[in-house]
């Protein structure tokens, strides 16, 4: 009888997050590969573009001007996916299985820094600490405003995620409901916190268990050796989750305790935040020395209830643990990407080389960027 | 106060097959466009390519011939997902959260026909009838094999699809399990059936009500002026559904009465698939006149028990409906997609246009392929 290996037998691991599995194929790694190729990241990008509409004191697509600002800036969609209330009542429904369901909110675009040809894993982490501020804020203000259920801040980095301007930003929309997504999520995090005995690991609301606690707790711990972490500072760590779909997605969190949004973090907790986001990033731009797409979304607790009635450890609602979800589509090299498709889209993602294999080959890339220092 | 209207103000829909939300916002289609383009698809293929893997009597690239095959013909991939059994036991789970569970299966490859540059859209009906013939051999074949519980059916079309080959080719990975999302909507169909009182559209077994037989007898009766039907023939439907995600998004399948699987089919209702699946893939191409991407997938029940002591309509398990879902990426031209990343990854699905928009934009595209009729 053969021995199980996870690098060599197909199997289908739980993503407890969401409940869906991931269908994993590591022999499949020798196919051979004809069909499309990406075109080449632009790496030579000037500090400045006169025709960038993101850039200080362009104008934009909708008209407007932006400010000549010096480190971040934000502003709203000029093409929001979702408008301010107050919006109409919803139809009735013509029958029960297609219900409408009207939703409000904002979209806002923040500019991580003037300069046109610096992404997160070129900045000095002083500049990324000025980015989590701005998220922060984002969350605050918009949480406060009526209605607001839930802020998405996401990033999409390069041509190939959809980006439709390199100048490095960011998204921020805030809904009046919360996404399938981070609802499925909490609902999940509820479930496990009633229904499993609090461990050794950090604790959650009630002093009940908390499922990424108890994860990260483990992955930090006995399970080292396993090699899933890629890189850990005194608060964060990042790692290629037991469930990535992703070929080389990472999920980053705090550690050391249940930390519910990002508002929470401590000074302290929020600079280690920019030194990992930096070497996470810096990393994913060696790998395959490009600029390396990926879509980025942080998952926290929906915004904070408009009265401060229950203190937030008593909150049994207030189970969220703030983590970032890192999805990126390379699998080979700068060109070659994983495609979600056929059967990932009709029956469940399948990953080829496992994510045990994906850590080490982000671990064993230069913390160092390829490009050097920019100038 | 203004009235609600779907084509203006942003809402939520739910998908009841999976019980997942999408994000409709059809203000937005006036976004300008400067992200990534995709390149040409290829219209000029000739019939036959000595360089193709697919091509009768070439060799592939893991050195097996082909037949010199007349119509259609199948092979095993040679770089398959998931390999036969048996494979050897799991091993136990370091942590709850971490379980592996070991999966076997074989994965097919199907040539549709000989002709290097004929796809779905361009063969004739009788051509498509044989494709159909060998779905349903192969899932009877693989459904037969010990320890086989579904045979997923599909097709990439396409580069930007993760094709990797342009010679027209579907693919069937059989497993061990049931995979995630047939499962989701194998659970709703359940729930569906012993919450709803039965209707006077088609049933399910036990004379239970099914999901899908309901929504297609309301959308193909009184809500058929609401415009959500692309076409219709005697047995077959093809529609955007009300909860569509993807531009183009079409579900394809018999309304007259229930049909578990593929092998149900009668000989008039399997013509009457091959005519519609011939007409929405001409409408497809003929969509942004070119060879229109997309991701195909058969669902239906999971494979057959292997003994007949529940006649098929007693059989409480047996409550899958047939239906094919095409996501196609285009969105406004041959060469600009719909990119479902940051906020849809992170957070929903998001749309542009409506499903009923985008049915309209199908009923109107010719019926007759704009290449014309194949020498
Ligand atoms: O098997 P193929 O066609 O080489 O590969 C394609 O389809 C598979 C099933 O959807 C995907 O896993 C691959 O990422 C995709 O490139
Ligand atoms: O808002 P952008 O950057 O123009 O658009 C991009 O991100 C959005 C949010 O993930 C997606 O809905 C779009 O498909 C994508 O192109």
């Known amino acids: 009888d053969t021995q199980f290996d996870p690098s060599t037998h197909p199997h289908r691991r739980v993503n407890p997050l969401t409940g869906e599995h991931v269908l994993v194929s590591p022999h499949r790694t020798k196919r051979p590969w004809l069909g499309q190729t990406e075109p080449p990241q632009q790496a030579d990008l000037p500090p400045y573009?006169?025709?960038?509409?993101?850039?200080?004191?362009?104008?934009?697509?909708g008209g407007q001007q932006n400010e000549k600002y010096e480190h971040t800036t934000v502003f709203e969609n000029d093409y929001a996916a979702v408008l301010p209330p107050p919006g109409p009542a919803a139809p009735p429904a013509p029958h029960p299985l297609l219900t409408t369901e009207p939703?409000?909110?904002?979209?806002?675009?923040?500019?991580?820094?003037?300069?046109?040809?610096?992404?997160?894993?070129?900045?000095?982490?002083k500049d990324i600490e000025r980015i989590i501020d701005e998220w922060s804020a984002i969350y605050r203000k918009r949480g406060e405003e009526e209605g607001i259920e839930y802020v998405q801040i996401?990033?999409?980095?390069?041509?190939?995620?959809?980006?439709?301007?390199?100048?490095?930003?960011?998204?921020?929309w805030s809904l009046s409901a919360v996404p399938t997504l981070p609802a499925m999520e909490i609902?999940?995090?509820?479930?496990?916190?009633?229904a499993t005995p609090a461990s050794d690991a950090p604790r959650g609301p009630l002093g009940r268990a908390c499922l990424l606690c108890d994860y990260v707790h483990f992955e930090v711990g006995v399970a080292k050796a396993e090699g899933r972490v890629v890189v850990q500072n005194e608060h964060w760590v990042a790692l290629v989750p037991w469930w990535a779909i992703w070929p080389f997605e990472i999920m980053l969190l705090p550690y050391n305790r249940h930390v519910p949004s990002i508002v929470h973090l401590t000074t302290d907790e929020k600079t280690a935040f920019a030194d990992i986001l930096s070497q996470v990033t810096v990393r994913y731009d060696?790998?395959?020395?490009?600029?390396?797409a990926y879509s980025m979304g942080i998952h926290q607790r929906p915004t904070p209830p408009h009265s401060d009635a229950i203190p937030e450890d008593q909150d049994e609602e207030n189970v969220a643990h703030l983590h970032l979800h890192f999805a990126p589509p390379l699998l080979r090299s700068a060109s070659v990407r994983k495609f979600l498709v056929g059967f990932e889209l009709m029956a469940e993602p399948q990953r080829d080389l496992t994510p045990e294999q994906?850590?080490?080959r982000l671990r064993d890339s230069s913390d160092v960027h390829y490009l050097g220092i920019p100038d």
Chains 1, 2 share one sequence.
């Open 286 to 292: 060696n790998l395959f020395s490009c600029s390396f």
């Open 358 to 360: 994906a850590a080490q």
């Open 187 to 194: 609902s999940n995090l509820k479930r496990y916190a009633s």
């Open 154 to 172: 996401f990033e999409n980095k390069g041509a190939m995620m959809g980006c439709s301007n390199p100048h490095p930003h960011g998204q921020v």
């Open 103 to 125: 939703v409000q909110g904002g979209c806002d675009v923040i500019c991580f820094h003037p300069r046109h040809d610096l992404t997160l894993a070129r900045l000095p982490h």
């Open 49 to 61: 573009d006169p025709k960038c509409y993101l850039c200080p004191g362009n104008t934009r697509a």
